[in-house]
């Protein structure tokens, strides 16, 4: 294990605690990574994090340096981080887990770190955030794996095997809705999710887009989003509830609805699916996923103690699961594990294949495998899906401007324009 990866995690939240940090500690345990790093700007988050039961129980013995350390009574700082990238050697596992708005300027602070880089969705905000850090990645022979883990779900992967073979038809017009729960209202999200910043549609629509062109390998090439500004309950508007149109370069349709107001007591995490409808020579096709309710229906004595947590369930199965499969501890199971063993495993790899040789060979070896990732496309990379940033731009073009059209003009500079 001394000579795998060490693992910097940026971001102690949400996502890191119910799914990233437990894959990278099945991932420790397995000896494909090393020791873990986790800064964050409060004690009191990292804390939480650390002493997490589930975690503890799951993987026992394991944990991971926590900075600032509330241990040693460091205070609270926004760029503790800084101090972890000095010192950290380059190449390492860096995983970005920080509010959308931070991805841009902290990936460029860890790629000019020459880190490889693993980060949630969204990459960026802009497309020419994405083709500068993208251009910056290149250059220095890292990668960037972006987790949309729902490339992962292999019915996703059975899809696109599917339309790919032409077993299908074309892609005509589609559905897909993805609809928190109603506590996240009164969560973080007013502080930051408000019309200036973001929306329904950016925030968690980019899964079904991506995942429509991930089946497809057809790029979007127009959006419109309609949302009537509300208060969030601290005041603040937000575009709480949206309905977006995404438009495709062989003219389908794709009708995405986001929101916040699952009921709380309903039985499914959220609620979200999709369904697309293709046209062929001698009949028409369909992909109907619904990918909350996955055929289980689990009753439980006592309800969870978290918000949204029910004592009646639809469990998903397939997305992140920590279950026993003999010896000590648990493992991590599901398309949300499997996704971040690809990206974390990429690095690895790389990093495995070139050990050893002159600085000049090594770059040209990283090189060539990159270019190989981003040819084959399973992994989200900024070379390969920068389309999904020009849609975040066009949806935020449109929402800003009464729901009018915004076109994404391709060409040597892609960029976007109202209609
Ligand atoms: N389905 C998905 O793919 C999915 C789901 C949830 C979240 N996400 C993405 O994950 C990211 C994080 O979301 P979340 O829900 O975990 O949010 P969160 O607010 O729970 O966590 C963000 C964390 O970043 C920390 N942070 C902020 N500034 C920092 C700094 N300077 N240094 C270190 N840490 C800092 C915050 O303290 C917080 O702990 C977002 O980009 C979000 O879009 C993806």
Not at 87 to 92: E, H, I, N, T, V
Not at 100 to 109: C, G, L
Not at 158 to 176: H, L, M, N, P, V
Request: hydrophobic share 35%; aromatic share 10%; glycine share 10%.
């Amino acid at each position: 294990m001394s000579d795998a990866l060490q693992v910097f995690v940026l971001g102690p939240g949400m996502i890191t605690q119910l799914q990233v940090l437990p894959s990278l500690y099945h991932l420790q345990r397995q000896g494909v990574l090393g020791p873990i790093t986790v800064a964050g700007t409060r004690a009191t988050s990292l804390k939480a994090l650390f002493d997490d039961a589930g975690h503890k129980r799951a993987f026992p013995g394991q944990s991971f340096t926590p900075v600032p350390d509330f241990r040693k009574h460091e205070p609270d700082a926004p760029d503790a981080y800084k101090a972890v990238l000095k010192k950290l050697p380059p190449r390492q596992c860096a995983v970005v887990c920080l509010p959308d708005q931070m991805h841009y300027p902290v990936i460029k602070e860890l790629l000019l770190h020459d880190q490889h880089v693993l980060t949630v969705k969204p990459f960026v905000l802009t497309y020419k955030e994405a083709v500068e850090l993208e251009g910056l990645a290149r250059d220095r022979g890292l990668l960037v794996g972006i987790e949309y883990h729902k490339r992962f779900d292999d019915r996703a992967l059975i899809a696109r095997k599917r339309y790919r073979a032409g077993d299908f038809g074309e892609f005509k017009i589609g559905q897909a809705h993805l609809i928190e729960k109603y506590y996240y209202q009164h969560s973080n999200f007013q502080n930051w999710c408000t019309c200036e910043n973001s929306d329904a549609f950016t925030y968690i629509g980019c899964h079904y887009v991506d995942l429509v062109a991930f089946v497809t390998g057809l790029l979007p090439v127009s959006v419109s989003v309609y949302s009537k500004p509300q208060p969030w309950p601290n005041g603040k508007m937000g575009y709480l509830w949206t309905d977006a149109r995404v438009l495709w370069e062989n003219g389908a349709s794709l009708n995405v609805i986001n929101g916040f107001g699952y009921p709380d007591d309903g039985p499914g995490g959220n609620t979200q699916g999709i369904v697309l409808h293709m046209d062929g020579p001698s009949g028409g096709g369909m992909m109907w996923h619904s990918d909350q309710f996955r055929g289980v229906k689990h009753g439980t004595l006592k309800q969870g103690g978290d918000p949204g947590d029910t004592a009646f369930m639809e469990t998903n199965p397939d997305y992140f699961q920590l279950i026993w499969r003999g010896g000590e501890g648990l493992e991590p199971v599901g398309y949300g594990f499997r996704s971040i063993e690809y990206i974390a495993k990429a690095i690895a790899r790389i990093e495995r294949t070139t050990a050893g040789l002159s600085p000049k060979d090594a770059l040209a070896k990283r090189k060539e495998m990159l270019a190989q990732y981003d040819c084959e496309g399973l992994m989200a990379t900024p070379g390969n899906s920068s389309y999904n940033e020009l849609v975040i731009e066009a949806g935020r073009l449109s929402i800003t401007n009464g729901a009018r059209e915004a076109v994404i003009e391709y060409g040597a500079e892609p960029y976007v324009r109202l209609k």
